[in-house]
């Protein structure tokens, strides 16, 4: 490998990225001004005291033996403080790094601040350590030795296992060669593999924001995933804001293209006091924010008991945040976190959690699902999901479907793993046997069931119809409400209803009109069901929202009242009808239609809520019967009352399809 002096490259330049870490006053900084040339404590006040406040950054640029050119490469290092006033500091700039330096001073041995940056490191799943003994002028060689078996010992408890140990001194020099060497070997090494077309989507996570006179606003930090290119458009994380990428800068050299891993300064066209440090840049597609997720905890000691009620302190990438934390399951770690504010997050995401007075790290973990379901977060079901969601996209996509009879909502599966969408059709393409598709409206996301789950659909649909036709012979068939209620089916109706169009393109089932039957069936109608087809139905639907009581279609229709009741009573069974109260009977396309309304009303309000009065004056219906309709909407889960007024609970898909 040889030196060379940083210039403009015209592809990418390959980096890796290297944190300090360690006691303060340990020769951090003066370590990294050997190995680069660059002075990183760079504020008054840092020079002042002699120590690192802020983040600090430096390059050393090299090329590749072996080629005419040679492959640029740049060796990166965030110094970080090693004062324990500045951990927040620290914790930001080992957030995005892909090897840690950790230096210790000979005379000094193990202090405190190398025992938490060794477990913050440990939490954040940070593998690959490098050693440096610094102060080796001060001490003799027995001393060296003392410290370094000391070290070995520790990391052996922490998790870095026979890590490389560089006996050096920031005064003479002894040693920095070597140390350099290694560091531009681990470089070399690591990336020498062409790099693969990135899966995932550009997620850029912003660790400084300043103005340039003449550029303008320009964020310095790291790609996460992804990549990314001059001309871009990215979107600001929580404000949603969309930022062009101007150029891109790689310490003094502009490159064209970002790849994920690597440390870059971008010129966007934001303005510089909205953009932040803890900020992310994200590519349209992704751009989704949650308070809420599920993840796994890895205590950095002792298991923690969280207190539900106390406030701790979350850092996830270069952001800081307050955060509650329920445990879900102790034993594998499982636990829900609610923040204050909004976060982006994707699957595997670390973040290190500190006690509410910030002042000791408690533990660390891994983001595992952004989306919670509203109840059962600690159900056996729940676990189980969120144990095979616990892997990368292939394997918790074939875990996912093995576990789930409703299947895996592709759209939150591709959001919760930040995929392209082309990168997740594939991943799914792949998966043998090859499990069914259900799309969603838009052509986007839908579900994907596995076919073992699709088969126990199918197997229990046709029992259930297979059960009706016995007992009800001359039925033509059962609506497909009174079907998902039989079938106690727990998913959204959109997909019940897809299966079951999928089960009748393969000749499993068939229907008639609303009603399922199973092929063949022929039902004979008695004279109670021939009445109701041909005189109630049609009056049903001639009224519309307003359906005449019971009384009113014995007189119209000339039925006996009890016979009337006999053949409601029936119809209703098999979903042909719905009865909403004593005396009042709608069809099941009627009840859809007011469902929609119901929920464009309560869209007209800020909160979603509405009253009986707003209902009847949007509707035109009595208020009597406004009253009726919405205590059985009540009743069936799709609104709730709260005194006066009325949410809406779920999509009216959900239940009436």
Same mark, same amino acid.
């Given at each position: 490998?040889?030196?060379?002096?940083?210039?403009?490259?015209?592809?990418?330049?390959?980096?890796?990225? &290297?944190?300090?870490?360690?006691?303060? @006053?340990?020769?951090?900084?003066?370590?990294?001004? $050997?190995?680069?040339?660059?002075?990183? @404590?760079?504020?008054?006040?840092?020079?002042?005291?002699?120590?690192?406040?802020?983040?600090?950054? *430096?390059?050393?640029?090299?090329?590749?033996?072996?080629?005419?050119?040679?492959?640029?490469? #740049?060796?990166?290092?965030?110094?970080?403080?090693?004062?324990?006033?500045?951990?927040?500091?620290?914790?930001?700039?080992?957030?995005?790094?892909?090897?840690?330096?950790?230096?210790?001073?000979?005379?000094?041995?193990?202090?405190?601040?190398?025992?938490?940056?060794?477990?913050?490191?440990?939490?954040?799943?940070?593998? $690959?350590?490098?050693?440096?003994? !610094?102060?080796?002028?001060?001490?003799?060689? /027995?001393?060296?030795?003392?410290?370094?078996?000391?070290? /070995?010992?520790?990391? *052996?408890?922490?998790?870095?296992?026979?890590?490389?140990?560089?006996?050096?001194?920031?005064?003479?020099? +002894?040693?920095?060669?070597?140390?350099?060497?290694?560091?531009?070997?681990?470089?070399?090494?690591?990336?020498?593999? +062409?790099?693969?077309?990135? %899966?995932?989507?550009?997620?850029?996570?912003?660790?400084? /924001?300043?103005?340039?006179?003449?550029?303008?606003?320009?964020?310095?930090?790291?790609?996460?995933?992804?990549?990314?290119?001059?001309?871009?458009?990215?979107?600001?994380?929580?404000?949603?804001?969309?930022?062009?990428?101007?150029?891109?800068?790689? @310490?003094?050299?502009?490159?064209?293209?970002?790849?994920?891993?690597?440390?870059?300064?971008?010129?966007?066209?934001? @303005?510089?006091?909205? &953009?932040?440090?803890?900020?992310?840049?994200?590519?349209?597609?992704?751009?989704?924010?949650?308070?809420?997720?599920?993840?796994?905890?890895?205590?950095?000691?002792?298991?923690?008991?969280?207190?539900? !009620?106390?406030?701790?302190?979350?850092?996830?990438?270069?952001?800081?945040?307050?955060?509650?934390?329920?445990? =879900?399951?102790?034993?594998?770690?499982?636990?829900?976190?609610?923040?204050?504010?909004?976060?982006?997050?994707?699957?595997?995401?670390?973040?290190?959690?500190?006690?509410?007075?910030?002042?000791?790290?408690?533990?660390?973990?891994?983001?595992?699902?952004?989306?919670?379901?509203?109840?059962?977060?600690?159900?056996? *079901?729940?676990?189980? *999901?969120?144990?095979?969601?616990?892997?990368?996209?292939?394997?918790?996509?074939?875990?996912?479907? %093995?576990?789930?009879?409703?299947?895996?909502?592709?759209?939150?599966?591709?959001?919760?793993?930040?995929?392209? $969408?082309? /990168?997740?059709?594939?991943?799914?393409?792949?998966?043998?046997?090859?499990?069914?598709?259900?799309?969603?409206? %838009?052509?986007?996301?839908?579900?994907? =069931?596995?076919?073992?789950?699709?088969?126990?659909?199918?197997?229990? #649909?046709?029992?259930?119809?297979?059960?009706?036709?016995?007992? !009800?012979?001359?039925?033509?068939?059962?609506? +497909?409400?009174?079907?998902?209620?039989?079938?106690?089916?727990?998913?959204?109706?959109?997909?019940?209803?897809?299966?079951?169009?999928?089960?009748?393109?393969?000749?499993?089932?068939?229907?008639?009109?609303?009603?399922?039957?199973?092929?063949?069936?022929?039902?004979?109608?008695?004279?109670?069901?021939?009445?109701?087809?041909?005189?109630?139905?049609?009056?049903?639907?001639?009224?519309?929202? &307003?359906?005449?009581?019971?009384?009113?279609?014995?007189?119209?229709?000339?039925?006996?009242?009890?016979?009337?009741?006999?053949?409601?009573?029936?119809?209703?069974?098999?979903?042909?009808?719905? $009865? &909403?109260?004593?005396?009042?009977?709608?069809?099941?396309?009627?009840?859809?239609?007011?469902?929609?309304?119901? +929920?464009?009303?309560?869209?007209?309000?800020?909160?979603?809520?509405?009253?009986?009065?707003?209902?009847?004056?949007?509707?035109?219906?009595?208020?009597?019967?406004?009253?009726?309709?919405?205590?059985?909407?009540?009743?069936?889960?799709?609104?709730?009352?709260?005194?006066?007024?009325?949410?809406?609970?779920?999509?009216?898909?959900?239940?009436?399809?």
């Amino acid at each position: 490998m040889s030196d060379a002096p940083p210039q403009t490259y015209p592809s990418d330049s390959r980096q890796l990225i &290297v944190a300090t870490a360690g006691h303060v @006053d340990h020769g951090k900084s003066a370590l990294v001004r $050997q190995l680069t040339g660059t002075e990183t @404590d760079t504020l008054q006040a840092e020079k002042e005291r002699g120590l690192t406040i802020n983040l600090g950054y *430096a390059y050393h640029h090299f090329r590749t033996e072996g080629e005419p050119a040679g492959v640029p490469i #740049t060796l990166g290092f965030v110094d970080v403080p090693g004062h324990t006033d500045f951990i927040h500091n620290m914790l930001a700039g080992v957030s995005s790094v892909d090897s840690a330096l950790l230096v210790v001073a000979a005379d000094d041995g193990i202090m405190p601040q190398t025992r938490e940056h060794l477990a913050i490191l440990s939490l954040l799943g940070i593998k $690959q350590l490098i050693v440096a003994i !610094s102060k080796i002028d001060k001490v003799d060689e /027995s001393r060296a030795v003392e410290v370094e078996q000391q070290l /070995s010992e520790l990391l *052996a408890t922490s998790g870095f296992s026979a890590p490389d140990f560089f006996p050096l001194s920031n005064v003479s020099g +002894e040693g920095v060669p070597e140390l350099k060497t290694h560091l531009m070997a681990l470089a070399a090494e690591k990336l020498s593999l +062409e790099m693969e077309p990135s %899966d995932q989507e550009a997620r850029f996570l912003i660790d400084r /924001s300043f103005s340039v006179k003449g550029i303008g606003t320009v964020v310095t930090g790291c790609l996460r995933s992804g990549q990314m290119s001059t001309g871009d458009q990215l979107v600001q994380g929580l404000s949603g804001d969309v930022a062009r990428v101007r150029s891109i800068r790689l @310490d003094r050299d502009t490159i064209q293209t970002l790849h994920a891993g690597q440390r870059a300064a971008l010129n966007i066209n934001l @303005d510089q006091t909205s &953009v932040k440090r803890g900020d992310w840049l994200l590519a349209s597609p992704i751009h989704h924010t949650v308070r809420r997720f599920d993840c796994r905890i890895q205590a950095a000691e002792l298991p923690h008991r969280f207190k539900p !009620s106390a406030q701790y302190h979350l850092y996830h990438g270069c952001g800081h945040h307050l955060v509650n934390i329920r445990v =879900l399951d102790p034993d594998q770690g499982f636990c829900q976190i609610l923040s204050s504010t909004p976060l982006s997050l994707a699957y595997g995401d670390r973040f290190i959690i500190r006690d509410p007075a910030a002042a000791t790290t408690l533990a660390g973990g891994h983001v595992i699902d952004l989306f919670v379901p509203r109840r059962g977060r600690a159900t056996e *079901a729940r676990l189980d *999901a969120l144990a095979a969601a616990d892997h990368s996209a292939q394997i918790a996509m074939k875990k996912s479907l %093995d576990i789930s009879p409703l299947g895996v909502n592709l759209e939150q599966f591709r959001l919760n793993h930040a995929l392209r $969408q082309d /990168s997740l059709e594939k991943l799914c393409a792949v998966i043998n046997p090859p499990p069914i598709s259900l799309k969603a409206n %838009d052509n986007h996301g839908g579900y994907c =069931l596995s076919q073992e789950h699709y088969q126990h659909w199918c197997d229990r #649909t046709r029992l259930l119809l297979t059960d009706f036709h016995r007992e !009800s012979p001359s039925e033509g068939g059962i609506a +497909e409400s009174a079907l998902s209620n039989q079938l106690n089916f727990p998913g959204a109706h959109k997909i019940l209803s897809q299966m079951l169009e999928l089960m009748c393109s393969s000749g499993l089932i068939s229907r008639n009109g609303t009603l399922f039957h199973l092929p063949g069936h022929q039902a004979q109608l008695n004279r109670e069901q021939r009445e109701f087809q041909e005189k109630i139905q049609p009056l049903l639907k001639e009224a519309g929202k &307003v359906p005449p009581r019971t009384r009113e279609l014995v007189e119209m229709t000339g039925i006996p009242l009890k016979a009337m009741q006999r053949i409601l009573k029936e119809a209703g069974r098999s979903g042909s009808v719905i $009865q &909403v109260a004593d005396n009042r009977h709608y069809l099941p396309e009627t009840i859809s239609e007011l469902a929609s309304f119901t +929920e464009a009303l309560a869209n007209q309000d800020e909160e979603g809520a509405f009253t009986v009065i707003a209902f009847r004056d949007a509707s035109g219906i009595g208020r009597n019967l406004c009253i009726e309709i919405l205590e059985y909407f009540d009743a069936k889960g799709f609104t709730r009352r709260e005194g006066n007024s009325r949410l809406i609970r779920t999509q009216k898909e959900n239940i009436f399809g």
